[in-house]
């Protein structure tokens, strides 16, 4: 669309000075540039919703301001969205332009929201004077602290009034979070084991393919770079709450968590064998196979053949 604008402007400018890069243009070529800008800005009208961008970028008042649009100008909702690009920092400096926008609660209530999905200021009634922009404020410096020391960013939330301090309030808001360290929220996690617990129960595996569950619950939970006590326990956790969350296809398959726990194990050493370049004789479907069932023997052949065949295609489960 910036090419198509840049185009149009650059008509306009030579149908106003009358010749182009060739020479001087005639009056029916003129003519004829004037007519597909005329089209155009129709056409552009009708694919903006009735939002002529052209005419907005037309009404500039000095040279100065050429190539931006003033967001008090666009609809509230492509400005928030413009906006929710923007960090903290960003944000304040914007603010002394669009001063209208930058003090608007939506657009910060909205920030805050989109970035961390729960906290537990936002089912309370608001204290007098709240702020969505002072609340964001905050949240954006206990992420900060949080990801330099796990638990001093937890206090700060704490005394913030914006988390309660209950195990499955933090939980939910690590799990609707996407600002917090990995790294960080892996050693957090390694110590308090009682937000883990209420973490993992947060997860719906219903009606999941094994590998996928898998995958999905260590994009939140991350697994750590060796084997060990922690490790075990993620796949203890995790082997029971996938069969909670599938009971019928549990009787079905005739698994138990602890078949499901020597699955995940499976499936773990197989995404290393497939996708580590040091591993030159890479593990065969039938080996796979094999050593699976010799593991857990009332498991059917087609399934773990299918678990082979998702790891092959789609890659590691705990990358």
Not at 30 to 51: P, V, Y
Not at 53 to 78: D, T, V
Request: proline share 3%.
């Amino acid at each position: 669309m910036g090419q198509g604008l840049w185009r149009v402007a650059r008509n306009q400018q030579l149908q106003q000075q009358g010749y182009s890069g060739q020479g001087y243009l005639t009056r029916e070529h003129g003519r004829r540039i004037a007519a597909n800008n005329a089209a155009s800005t129709s056409h552009r009208k009708q694919a903006q919703g009735g939002i002529d961008i052209y005419h907005l970028l037309k009404a500039r008042k000095s040279k100065e301001q050429e190539g931006f649009i003033n967001l008090e100008m666009l609809p509230p909702e492509l400005s928030f969205t413009i906006l929710s690009y923007l960090n903290a920092t960003d944000l304040c400096l914007a603010s002394c332009v669009w001063q209208d926008l930058a003090n608007d609660e939506l657009l910060w209530q909205g920030l805050c929201k989109s970035t961390w999905g729960h906290c537990s200021i936002y089912n309370k009634n608001p204290p007098l004077g709240f702020s969505f922009r002072k609340l964001y404020m905050q949240l954006d410096e206990g992420s900060l602290t949080f990801n330099a020391n796990p638990d001093e960013g937890v206090n700060y939330f704490m005394s913030k009034g914006i988390l309660d301090d209950s195990p499955k309030e933090i939980a939910k808001f690590i799990f609707c979070t996407r600002t917090l360290n990995w790294k960080k929220l892996r050693i957090y996690l390694d110590e308090r084991r009682d937000v883990l617990d209420d973490l993992v129960t947060l997860h719906n595996f219903r009606n999941q393919f094994l590998p996928n569950a898998l995958r999905e619950f260590f994009r939140h939970i991350h697994a750590p770079e060796e084997r060990g006590e922690y490790l075990e326990t993620l796949i203890t956790k995790f082997s029971h709450r996938f069969c909670a969350c599938n009971p019928d296809l549990m009787r079905e398959l005739g698994l138990s968590p602890d078949a499901v726990y020597v699955l995940c194990y499976s499936l773990i050493l197989l995404s290393i064998d497939l996708t580590s370049p040091h591993v030159k004789n890479k593990m065969s479907k039938r080996e796979f196979i094999r050593n699976t069932r010799r593991a857990a023997q009332n498991i059917s052949e087609d399934f773990v053949g299918h678990l082979y065949d998702n790891i092959y295609l789609i890659g590691h489960v705990a990358a």
